[in-house]
């Protein structure tokens, strides 16, 4: 009981120092994403993603995180936890290196919604249906129109033999 009782102490010590480091990383990776102010959304949102990192089958929950913030009793990250947080905050670090390469632009429109310091990584391109001026980032690489109604008009336009002899006729004359 005595021997139990001093290896449980020496256990806490060290899952204390542990939980202290991870409680920092956490709060670094949660603060890098979210900002200072803390919700629930936000940490079953992280969770998820800590646990998609290190691909729990039980993912971890906002509350649990939440716990550890708080510094409840009775909750103790472990190695897992703290290699998911590892990994997620060098993906922060790419992230910052790329918010630091794009500039914001003016006069964007989107068609779904966009958080703020969305990265576009897509090239613009100009609506290959002759006379259609709309510039877009296309959702494929081989999207050639902005519309289905500008790629059915193109292909209308391309499926008619008796406009181009007409005009073939025009230039003959
Ligand atoms: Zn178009």
Same mark, same amino acid.
């Given at each position: 009981?005595?021997?139990?009782?001093?290896?449980?102490?020496?256990?806490?010590?060290?899952?204390?120092?542990?939980?202290?480091?991870? @409680?920092?990383?956490?709060?670094? *990776?949660?603060?890098?994403?979210?900002?200072?102010? =803390?919700?629930?959304?936000?940490?079953?949102?992280?969770?998820?993603?800590?646990?998609?990192?290190?691909? %729990?089958? @039980?993912?971890?929950?906002?509350? !649990?995180?939440?716990? =550890?913030?708080?510094?409840?009793?009775? !909750?103790?990250?472990?190695?897992?936890?703290?290699?998911?947080?590892? =990994?997620?905050?060098?993906?922060?670090?790419?992230?910052? +290196?790329?918010?630091?390469?794009?500039?914001?632009?003016?006069?964007?429109?989107?068609?779904? +919604?966009?958080?703020?310091?969305?990265?576009?990584?897509?090239?613009? %391109?100009?609506?290959?249906?002759?006379?259609?001026?709309?510039? !877009? *980032?296309?959702?494929?690489?081989?999207?050639?129109?902005?519309?289905?109604?500008?790629?059915?008009?193109?292909? %209308?336009?391309?499926?008619?033999?008796?406009? %181009?002899?007409?005009?073939? *006729? +025009?230039?003959?004359?």
């Amino acid at each position: 009981m005595e021997s139990n009782a001093l290896s449980g102490r020496l256990l806490d010590t060290a899952g204390q120092l542990n939980m202290q480091t991870a @409680r920092e990383l956490l709060l670094d *990776v949660y603060q890098d994403l979210y900002g200072p102010q =803390i919700t629930l959304a936000n940490l079953n949102e992280l969770a998820g993603d800590l646990s998609r990192v290190v691909g %729990r089958s @039980r993912p971890w929950t906002g509350k !649990f995180l939440h716990s =550890i913030i708080k510094q409840y009793a009775g !909750f103790s990250t472990n190695a897992s936890l703290t290699k998911a947080l590892t =990994i997620l905050a060098a993906r922060l670090d790419g992230l910052n +290196e790329i918010q630091a390469q794009a500039q914001e632009m003016k006069g964007l429109l989107a068609i779904n +919604e966009l958080p703020p310091g969305t990265v576009i990584l897509g090239l613009a %391109r100009r609506c290959a249906a002759p006379g259609c001026p709309v510039r !877009f *980032v296309p959702t494929h690489p081989r999207q050639k129109y902005h519309s289905k109604a500008c790629a059915a008009l193109d292909r %209308r336009q391309k499926q008619q033999p008796e406009a %181009r002899s007409q005009k073939r *006729v +025009e230039y003959s004359n």
